[in-house]
């Protein structure tokens, strides 16, 4: 069955530098691939959408790439603010839907 | 934006009551829109998926008859959680799909069965 694997449980990185956060799956070959941002007691909030063809896609701050041969999505943020803090998760398609990673808490310290 | 809601936000029950939580796009049609469930600090898990006017398509190990899922009309699904109990609290999260990929998720409804 389809694994969805993001790459740490929490990250803290500080103020202005450059968050990366990694997705892997396997066992399958998704057509594409979403990230969303879901905040505590919140619903997940779409940021970006990439599919198998594209390698990568960018929105502001926000850059995502998708790898079909290493299996692995990167997303990054760059001069990454406080506000920037919450949880991010993949979410490769899988037919009609989509697979949910377990996502990254990510925390920007000022 | 795609909005979609969900109400209400929080309800608390006793155990052996139903529940309907309804979910709502508020500025487009969605053709299909699925149910989750989300258990604290984990990932959203697929219950459902339906299709206005046809009858849901539920993941395995989730009950039919536990959570009945009504998409009368393209901007309306309802969950019931029947005779509830406290293994049912959780964090109810549906989202809805137009034509195209992206799925818009509402804003969750917090379960307590007491």
């Known amino acids: 069955s389809q694994k969805i694997e993001q790459n740490s449980e929490a990250l803290n990185i500080q103020e202005g530098k450059t968050a990366t956060l990694t997705c892997n799956y396997t066992?399958?070959?998704?057509?594409?691939l979403q990230w969303y941002r879901q905040d505590p007691g919140r619903g997940p909030v779409f940021l970006l959408l990439?599919?198998?063809?594209?390698k990568e896609k960018r929105k502001e701050r926000l850059k995502v790439t998708f790898d079909t041969t290493l299996k692995q999505s990167l997303f990054h943020i760059t001069a990454s603010q406080p506000a920037d803090s919450a949880t991010y998760l993949c979410?490769?398609?899988?037919?009609?839907?989509?697979?949910f990673g377990p996502g990254t808490r990510l925390s920007v310290l000022p | 934006g795609a909005v979609v809601s969900q109400h209400p936000s929080r309800v608390i029950c006793k155990s052996g009551t139903s529940v309907k939580i309804e979910c709502r796009s508020l500025?487009?049609?969605?053709?299909?829109m699925f149910w989750y469930r989300q258990f604290p600090k984990k990932s959203l898990m697929l219950m459902a998926t339906?299709?206005?006017?046809?009858?849901?398509?539920?993941e395995q190990g989730v009950e039919k008859d536990k959570f009945l899922i009504n998409h009368a009309s393209l901007t309306l699904s309802t969950l019931t959680v029947t005779s509830a109990h406290p293994e049912d609290s959780s964090f109810y999260i549906c989202?809805?799909?137009?034509?195209?990929?992206?799925?818009?998720f509402g804003p969750g409804t917090r379960l307590t069965v007491l």
């Open positions: 989202s809805a799909r137009d034509d195209g990929d992206t799925q818009y």
């Open positions: 066992n399958y070959s998704p057509a594409y």
């Open positions: 990439i599919r198998e063809n594209e």
């Open positions: 979410a490769p398609s899988y037919g009609q839907n989509f697979v």
């Open positions: 500025d487009f049609q969605a053709t299909t």
């Open positions: 339906s299709n206005e006017g046809s009858k849901a398509t539920y």
